[in-house]
């Protein structure tokens, strides 16, 4: 496995592969990666002769300048997990002068699927996310794209980006891996304290109990009864939590409203920010 730093490496081995016939797949990522990342770059590998996998903190999709400053960042143990449990043939880390040598003024129309949710409490987070994956895509030019169904709202996003662009490629989106405990599986998660790791899986275990309950409540109540649940544990603080149309990402008021209603939520603990969903279907 390569590790390249700059776009023209990229593009470089990404057109020795397309010469060579390869199909190509792309799993873009932070870094820091976890089982959750490799179960995406096993997917990739096993659906594409050569998978890039990019790991870089990309600084214009967050909005929290200390949670970009604390986000982990484990590069050299990064590239020993993929080449010990894949094959992706290419890990593409720059820096960010590399990928942003001036400032990106673009600004993404993406219509109600980034206006809710993530998208309305952190200003920024999706068009950030738009800037760096439009880039990778056309450095890129992959066949398929992996991302994980942690981010619910996010693939959602991807593909609405997918269409306005008018990128020609797959969008894979794969299942949340999660803790033997029901915690999602995040790099984030490796700044939780001790007694914040303890108490997160309620988290999970709350959005499960809380299926029994659809409609048998109004979404409002259940919504009510999952956040007062969560909060009953002083350590955790649920920010929102919203039950819309998995494919909308709309809010709905009643349950004939949606064929596919999906629970996401966002809770601090601690310092922490965890985000994690639910199919209500
Ligand atoms: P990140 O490095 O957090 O930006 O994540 C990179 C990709 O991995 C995104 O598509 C995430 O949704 C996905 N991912 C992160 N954690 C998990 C998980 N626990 N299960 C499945 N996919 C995940």
Known sequence: MDVVSTVA?????????RKAGLSVG???????????HLSLVKRACAENDFVVVSVFVNPTQFNNPEDLRTYPRTLDADVDLLSANTSAAVVFAP????????????????GPVAEVMEGAHRPGHFNGVCQ???????????????????????????????????????????????????????????????EHRKAAPRIHA?????????????????IKWTTDKINQDPLLCVEYYEIVDALTLQPIGDWSESDAPHGCITVQAGNVRLIDNISLK
Request: proline letters at 7%; hydrophobic letters at 45%; one cysteine or more.
């Open 206 to 222: 709350v959005l499960e109990e809380s299926k029994a309950l659809v409609g048998r409540m109004t979404p409002a109540e259940l």
């Open 132 to 194: 760096i994956v439009s880039k990778l895509f056309a450095y890129v030019s992959p066949d398929k794209a992996y991302f994980g169904e942690k981010d619910f709202q996010q693939i959602a996003v991807i593909r609405q980006m997918v269409k306005i662009c008018d990128f020609k490629l797959d969008i894979i989106s794969c299942p949340i891996v999660r803790e033997a405990d029901g915690l999602a599986v995040s790099s984030r998660n490796t700044l939780l304290t001790p």
């Open 95 to 110: 820096a960010p002068q590399e990928v942003y040598p001036q400032p990106d003024t673009r600004v993404f129309s993406l």
């Open 9 to 17: 490496e990229l593009k470089a081995r990404v057109a020795d592969a």
């Open 26 to 36: 792309l799993v873009p990522t932070m870094g820091a990666l976890h089982v959750g």
